[in-house]
């Protein structure tokens, strides 16, 4: 090794050196590790769900959002833990598996289409501490998108949505002129989410710079405003593309059954799925507007999934 290299090669070595202490410096408070989730769940949070629910009443207002208070006077107010249901939903994550109680207030079913684990749901969410302090801001009830079968709403995960959603419907909407359209009539829920279910050892930032922090359990209003049940608009409905039935649309690929082309859409995203090169929504030789009831060569495979036949 000559001097040259060998000055460069010991440079590296100590930038290198000081890179990796600087970086450990860094990543530091990420190297904690979370709290046993299991722990977390019964020593920290179920107690103090249950005394909330205990200790505080509730209001929906005009525009059918939920307030809660403290309760002062039991003989007319109405305690949240008497109106309240409840699910048990497992932790999927712990090593050593147990359940959430999911408490939860509903407020209204819903009046239009049914939402399928296999949808996109427009809902309108609100989320506060049991401190009261809102999250998203109050009042400000905009829309957004969420997956069912990967429901992440305002940048929170909250994947008990999955299998809460499909009890309700969505609602009406009217234009009001402006451009923008008011929504009635949809599902309306109160989620009392214990953190295990939602951030668990993340601070989260949902609303110009608001943190949920770690750790806390949640109050989430959610409101189904609309649901999107044909995806990629091919007159097939997302729910009928999960062919494998799974309540999940993302793993379901005619044309691609070995995930080979990673460009290659699953069947709820593509408006052709069987690769045919006709749209699917095309493969309707008897013109009903459903593609699935047209099987002309017999095989029992409808045309839209069937390569061979249009
Ligand atoms: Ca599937
Ligand atoms: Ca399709
Ligand atoms: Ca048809
Ligand atoms: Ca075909």
Redesign the pocket.
């Known amino acids: 090794m000559n001097n040259k290299l060998k000055y460069v090669y010991i440079f590296l070595i100590f930038s290198g050196f000081f890179l990796s202490s600087k970086c450990k410096k860094d990543d530091e408070p990420s190297l904690t590790p979370p709290r046993d989730r299991k722990e977390q769940y019964f020593e920290n949070e179920k107690d103090s769900i249950l005394h909330f629910l205990q200790t505080h009443t509730y209001t929906i207002d005009a525009e059918n959002n939920f307030r809660f208070d403290t309760l002062t006077d039991p003989a007319t107010q109405t305690a949240l833990i008497d109106v309240v249901d409840m699910v048990q939903i497992p932790d999927t994550i712990a090593e050593d598996e147990f359940m959430y109680d999911l408490y939860y207030l509903h407020i209204a079913s819903g009046t239009t289409d049914s939402i399928t684990t296999c949808d996109r749901v427009l809902v309108g969410a609100q989320v506060y501490g049991f401190d009261n302090t809102p999250y998203i801001i109050k009042d400000k009830w905009y829309p957004v998108w969420t997956s069912v079968f990967k429901p992440i709403v305002a940048g929170l995960p909250l994947h008990f949505l999955h299998d809460f959603l499909p009890q309700f419907k969505a609602g009406t909407y009217t234009e009001v002129g402006d451009g923008s359209v008011e929504f009635s009539d949809y599902g309306n829920f109160v989620v009392f989410v214990p953190s295990g279910l939602a951030q668990f050892n993340r601070a989260i930032t949902v609303d110009q710079n608001r943190y949920i922090p770690s750790y806390t359990p949640l109050v989430v209003q959610i409101k189904t405003f609309y649901v999107n049940t044909d995806l990629?608009g091919?007159h097939?409905p997302n729910v009928v593309?999960d062919l494998n039935g799974d309540g999940d649309p993302t793993n379901d690929n005619t044309d691609d059954p070995d995930h080979k082309d990673p460009a290659n859409l699953p069947?709820?995203l593509?408006?052709d799925?069987d690769g045919d090169h006709l749209r699917?929504k095309d493969e309707d030789p008897n013109g009903n507007g459903d593609p699935t009831d047209d099987d002309t060569d017999g095989d029992g495979i409808p045309n839209y999934l069937d390569k061979d036949t249009h």
Do not use: G, I, R, S
């Open positions: 990629d091919d097939v593309e069947n709820y593509d408006p799925d699917t």
